[in-house]
């Protein structure tokens, strides 16, 4: 078997090292020193490019509870609604709710009244998808979706669907975090 040759190595600035077959070693040192040449001037040092980071787009971000919980809420669109049920077949307002943060890993109680007061109060202005906004007087309850719009189980006949949300239908609006 014949001795494998050592391959010649270039350097281009900005681009890092590239290694060629050892009969391009003679022109290469040529070109890298008009690369430096081109890069530092004379008696200088090439410059250093910055470093830039580049977030991974398919890396597994945390996902809140709110955003856990309207995605299984987008779920059960077109799910019925029925008063007192709680899923996973037909709902209540509140019953969504609960239903959709459960599977979240949150457990929340059962009545629009008390939804009402948990998590963190949020004005109409900051509310994100995902929030829990109380209407009707505190007797209504539904997650927000983004866009203006309410993601409820509205009353009987109307099954789970979306509405659309203004700042005089608030009460409350409560972010869980």
């Known amino acids: 078997m014949p001795a494998l040759s050592q391959a010649a190595t270039i350097n281009i600035p900005g681009l890092g090292n590239f290694d060629l077959p050892p ?19 004379q008696g200088q ?28 809420a987008r779920g059960k669109v077109g799910a019925q609604y029925n008063w007192g049920a709680a899923g996973p077949a ?12 459960r599977q979240a890993g949150v457990e929340l109680p059962r009545t629009s009244f008390e939804q009402s007061h948990v ?32 993601l409820n189980a509205v009353q009987s006949g109307t099954p789970v669907s979306y509405t659309q949300l203004s700042a005089d239908d608030i009460v409350t609006a409560r972010r869980i975090v």
């Open 90 to 101: 037909s709902f209540d307002c509140s019953g969504l709710v609960q239903w959709a943060y």
């Open 23 to 41: 009969e391009l070693e003679q022109p290469a040192q040529q070109v890298e020193k008009q690369l430096q040449a081109m890069v530092a001037p």
């Open 119 to 150: 998590g963190a109060p949020v004005s109409f202005d900051n509310l994100q998808a995902g929030d829990i906004v109380i209407t009707n007087g505190g007797g209504h309850v539904g997650i927000y979706a983004g866009n203006g719009q309410l």
């Open 45 to 72: 040092a090439a410059p250093q490019l910055p470093s830039v980071e580049f977030e991974n787009p398919f890396s597994q971000q945390q996902q809140s509870p709110g955003n856990i919980a309207l995605d299984a």
